[in-house]
């Protein structure tokens, strides 16, 4: 079985500042990782995702995270954030089997609250 | 990017009746698609997968028998809910798994269910 810890449940940062979100797993098998934003009243949408490789990974706007496996830590950072980015980000992992990943499972979500 | 329908988004049921919701994959097929419950302030927990012509596989300690899955074509998976009582009262959301990308996951907006 996997677990996943969002040790935040929420954080307030004022605009333009840097953040990092704190995510940490556990598993007895490889696993993929992922972040999850929802925004308010809307559906949850990939952010981004380690599969292998390189263990940094980015997104289109902005985010990045870094996978250290000998800490098992998938952090979300973001050097400069905008009100927009006020939302629930979810951290979450699966197995691989056969046909691609298993279902996620999910930390609780850290609320992102952006101050002007 | 792909996009992952459910229907309704709303749903008011006297205790007792069934409901069925609708998740559909709209540009791309689904051999699988998961189905999670979200609770207030809470993470979203993984109760089913679903497969495409056959067997839903149930987490631990959700009721197959409450919750039944069908998932009869590579874009529609449902999920019923089975006499409904108010402790059903949740949030649910579905997931697609893209079957030529299978490591993502793309999720529906959610069904909000309230059992009165």
């Known amino acids: 079985a996997q677990s996943v810890t969002q040790l935040d449940s929420q954080v307030p940062v004022f605009e333009e500042a840097p953040v990092e979100l704190r995510c940490n797993y556990s598993s007895s098998v490889s696993v993929y990782l992922f972040w999850y934003v929802q925004y308010p009243n809307q559906g949850l949408q990939l952010l981004l995702k380690y599969l292998s490789g390189s263990t940094l990974v980015e997104s289109i706007n902005g985010f990045e995270a870094e996978f250290n496996k000998s800490q098992t830590s998938f952090h979300l950072r973001k050097p400069s954030v905008h009100i927009s980015d006020t939302a629930e980000y979810f951290c979450?992992?699966?197995?691989?089997?056969?046909?691609?990943?298993?279902?996620?499972?999910f930390g609780k979500g850290t609320h992102l609250i952006i101050q002007p | 990017g792909a996009v992952v329908s459910q229907h309704p988004s709303r749903v008011i049921c006297k205790s007792g009746t069934s409901v069925k919701i609708e998740c559909r994959s709209l540009d791309f097929q689904a051999t699988t698609m998961f189905w999670y419950r979200q609770f207030p302030k809470k993470s979203l927990m993984l109760m089913a997968t679903s497969n495409e012509g056959s067997k839903a596989t149930y987490e631990q300690g959700v009721e197959k028998d409450k919750f039944l899955i069908n998932h009869a074509s590579l874009t529609l998976s449902t999920l019923t809910v089975t006499s409904a009582h108010p402790e059903d009262s949740s949030f649910y959301i579905c997931s697609a798994r893209d079957s030529l990308a299978g490591e993502t996951q793309y999720f529906g907006p959610g069904t909000r269910l309230l059992v009165l």
């Open positions: 979450a992992v699966s197995r691989y089997s056969g046909g691609g990943a298993d279902g996620l499972t």
